[in-house]
């Protein structure tokens, strides 16, 4: 494999990485909101964060492109905050935030409401506050489900395409993940290039599979 | 240790909760069916449920006050609670589990150190194991062992033995009256099984269709049931209908069909004729061939219909013109040779035969 290709497997392993980390405590936060409590508008935040799901993925890619472009939230980060978010690497891991927030909040949120809230009652009687209760009883007993969510999540990340290409543009050696780079191959009429990103995400895929399941057998209770 | 449960008002599916007891014992009781709103009692207590209504007071201390807006969280209570699917939590080791919520010391006289608790409890070669290689009877005490640990002012203690059988019951019990006797931890015990009562309590409150049917002294329920629905929940073996012929010198001559039975006068309401006869098994006592001459003022002749085991204990039915429970041992039943078919008089002193009128 070329360089460029190497640059883009790596760009893309760890923008799609980095954007599960990034997601990850809101995931769960949101999760356990979700699964542990009832609050007014919790059905339009429920269906707010499955849109990105169910919408045609360029769609969603359009709507950050006008709330992230110059005239929305972008132009005062620029303003105040110096740097620019849409066509840059910035842009990538937004879209595939956005994108995979929804299966990791759907897995973590299944995960939490499978936990007897009886074992979270009895940590609070025997002196636990919230945040004690949430790290050492919910956290661990859901890992399953985290760590499941996680694993989709990446996955997702590492196919993303659709809101990818509107939000961030598709330039070789800045913006351009695995998906891209075999659509412009394809395009371009070099099949064994595509090819050669095709095994390198499937290889991808499989260690991400391998590794989660090897943590699922670790944490065996 | 008071606790005081006033106004206590929650929508439960059939009924609702609606409760007012003051509860001074060491060991109470809270009896009753399945369904009466135990649980959700507890619940209320340890803070783990909002009520529609709540006064809870413990001795000084103000735990809920739905009026004027006051709930403690649950882990400032102070309140030790064993559920009834114990809870213990799968991913710690047994260890991770008893010290969860340590803290030495309540500011009690007692101290509950981790090795005085282990060791009371009989856990020490199960500390480092994982909770779910323990058997049914060691992660009992080991839930039971962990709540101690946190230093409470009250147990909360959610039908302990219910899924434990027979045998292992009567092996646990034993630790719970330590418990009782060295900590002195108040217990709040929900129970519908009357020989861990009659074992462990001191007093009792009989929750029945989320009401308290009756309050008091153990031994006073369980002779002088308040109702029917008490004596119901308490399971008082022979219940019957009777009615007042004439009561002479605090006796009272009770005709249950033909059959006559003396009384003690019990401040019935003045002209209760209708009855219910309240008799417990282990109050009649048998006697095979001749009658003899003793203290009971009832005797009654009659056949014995079946004998059950239950426990150490036979459970005897009889046919004395109306049917008859009585509870004797094993070895008893053994020594008498009794069998069914068998002829045999029934004693029962006067002051055993309980009436409420009706």
């Known amino acids: ?221 | 240790m008071t606790l005081l449960l006033k106004n206590i008002s929650l929508p439960l599916a059939p009924f609702a909760l609606e409760v007012d007891v003051e509860i001074r014992g060491r060991v109470t009781a809270i009896f009753g069916p399945s369904g009466a709103g135990k649980t959700s009692l507890l619940d209320l207590v340890a803070g783990l449920r909002r009520a529609n209504s709540a006064f809870i007071q413990m001795d000084e201390q103000v735990l809920t006050d739905t009026a004027h807006g006051v709930l403690v969280p649950s882990r400032l209570r102070g309140v030790g609670y064993v559920p009834q699917d114990l809870a213990l939590f799968p991913h710690l080791s047994v260890r991770q589990n008893l010290l969860y919520g340590h803290k030495p010391g309540n500011g009690g006289q007692v101290s509950f150190t981790f090795e005085r608790v282990v060791e009371v409890l009989e856990i020490q070669p199960l500390v480092q194991r994982r909770v779910t290689e323990l058997s049914g009877g060691e992660q009992q005490r080991v839930a039971i062992a962990r709540a101690l640990l946190s230093s409470p002012k009250l147990l909360l203690l959610d039908e302990p033995l219910a899924s434990l059988d027979l045998p292992l019951r009567a092996r646990i019990i034993p630790y719970l009256a330590r418990i009782r006797d060295e900590f002195r931890v108040p217990m709040l015990y929900v129970t519908h099984d009357r020989y861990e009562t009659l074992a462990l309590a001191d007093e009792m409150v009989v929750l029945v269709g989320g009401r308290v049917a009756q309050a008091g002294p153990m031994q006073e329920l369980f002779s002088r049931p308040a109702n029917l629905a008490v004596a119901g929940a308490l399971a008082v073996e022979t219940v019957l209908k009777g009615s007042i012929e004439n009561m002479t010198n605090g006796l009272v001559m009770v005709a249950v069909g033909p059959v006559m039975l003396s009384a003690v006068e019990q401040n019935l309401p003045p002209n209760t004729r209708e009855v219910y006869i309240c008799i417990r098994a282990e109050n009649v006592v048998l006697h095979k061939g001749s009658d003899n001459a003793n203290s009971a003022r009832n005797h009654l002749t009659g056949v014995v219909r079946s004998l059950v085991q239950d426990g150490l204990l036979v459970r005897a039915e009889l046919d004395c013109g109306f049917s008859l429970t009585a509870l004797l041992t094993k070895k008893s039943a053994e020594e008498m040779k009794l069998m069914p078919g068998d002829s045999v008089t029934a004693q029962i002193k006067a002051q055993h035969v309980h009436l409420i009128g009706r």
């Open chain 1, 1 to 221: 494999m070329s360089a460029e290709e190497w640059q883009v497997v790596w760009f893309t392993a760890w923008v799609a990485a980095l954007s599960t980390i990034v997601i990850l405590p809101f995931g769960l936060g949101v999760a356990w909101l979700l699964a542990r409590r009832d609050w007014p508008g919790k059905s339009v935040v429920e269906t707010l964060i499955t849109l990105p799901l169910v919408m045609p993925p360029v769609a969603t890619g359009l709507v950050l492109l006008e709330f992230f472009g110059n005239h929305g939230v972008g132009g005062f980060i620029q303003k105040h905050l110096g740097f620019r978010i849409i066509f840059t690497w910035r842009a990538v891991l937004l879209a595939l935030c956005v994108m995979s927030f929804p299966l990791l909040v759907r897995s973590v949120r299944m995960a939490f409401e499978g936990v007897d809230p009886r074992l979270e009652q009895i940590a609070r009687t025997l002196g636990a506050g919230n945040l004690r209760v949430f790290f050492t009883i919910s956290v661990p007993l859901a890992m399953r489900g985290i760590v499941g969510g996680m694993l989709l999540a990446f996955a997702r990340a590492l196919g993303e395409f659709g809101a990818t290409i509107m939000v961030a543009g598709n330039m070789p050696g800045r913006t351009q993940t695995v998906s891209l780079a075999i659509f412009q191959s394809v395009q371009d009429f070099q099949d064994t290039e595509a090819f050669r990103l095709l095994g390198v995400s499937v290889a991808l895929a499989f260690i991400a599979v391998w590794t989660s399941e090897w943590v699922m057998r670790r944490k065996k209770f």
